[in-house]
């Protein structure tokens, strides 16, 4: 069974701040690990994706997260928050035969003037 | 190349119609997958098809169903429809095969709101 913890539903930061977004993943199988945004009224695209390769996985829009095995961990940050980058933002994680995405409960960032 | 695309995006039915919602893929990708979305349980997987066949079921009632066609396009269905089926439909498809990391490309999602 896999599931998906993103602590903190709500997160505010104020423009040009550091982004720090919270996931903790369970899986009994190495898993596949991704990040989603999404806008209101659109469906969710896909911001990076942790596949075995690199534990540091840069992605779109200038987020990066880093896959801690130890921590069974994969935060997502930015350096400096856009208003742009205000959003709801979904973690996910797969694997195995298993191909079905097991979403977190997401986290709604809003970036303050 | 183009996204994923759903059809409608908005829909209003009565509570003990059914409903249709389509989805076509990214050319090229074989699997599709359905994702329920509502403010109390979030995204919650609906079922996944691959050349046609269904390989993967989430836990919803019998009243959810899907299909897909030879051409990777994929329907789900929704009958006898609730209250509680008022949620965002999302459809994703992703690449498969070898080296492939499971990574799913979104729609827009059908919005359904059942009176």
């Known amino acids: 069974a896999q599931s998906v913890t993103q602590l903190g539903s709500h997160v505010s930061v104020s423009e040009g701040a550091l982004v720090l977004l919270r996931c903790n993943y369970s899986?009994?199988?190495?898993?596949?690990l991704f990040w989603y945004v999404q806008y209101p009224n659109q469906g969710l695209q896909l911001l990076l994706k942790y596949t075995s390769a690199a534990t540091l996985v840069k992605g779109i829009n200038g987020f990066e997260a880093e896959f801690k095995k130890s921590e069974t961990s994969f935060h997502l940050t930015k350096p400096s928050a856009h208003m742009s980058d205000a959003a709801e933002y979904f973690c996910a994680v797969s694997g195995g035969s298993n191909y079905k995405l097991t979403f977190g409960k997401g986290t709604l960032l809003t970036v303050n003037p | 190349k183009a996204g994923v695309t759903q059809t409608p995006r908005y829909l209003i039915k009565t509570r003990g119609q059914q409903v249709t919602l389509s989805c076509s893929p990214i050319s090229g990708h074989r699997s599709v997958s359905w994702y329920q979305q509502t403010p109390g349980q979030g995204l919650q997987f609906l079922f996944e098809?691959?050349?046609?066949?269904?390989?993967n079921k989430g836990n919803f009632p019998g009243r959810f169903s899907g299909r897909q066609f030879s051409n990777s396009r994929s329907e789900m269905n929704v009958s006898t429809l609730e209250l509680g089926d008022s949620a965002l439909y999302l459809c994703?498809?992703?690449?498969?095969?070898?080296?492939?990391?499971?990574?799913?490309?979104f729609g827009p999602g059908t919005r359904l709101t059942v009176t």
């Open positions: 899986s009994s199988v190495p898993p596949y």
């Open positions: 994703a498809s992703s690449p498969t095969g070898a080296g492939s990391s499971y990574e799913q490309y």
């Open positions: 098809y691959f050349s046609e066949t269904q390989r």
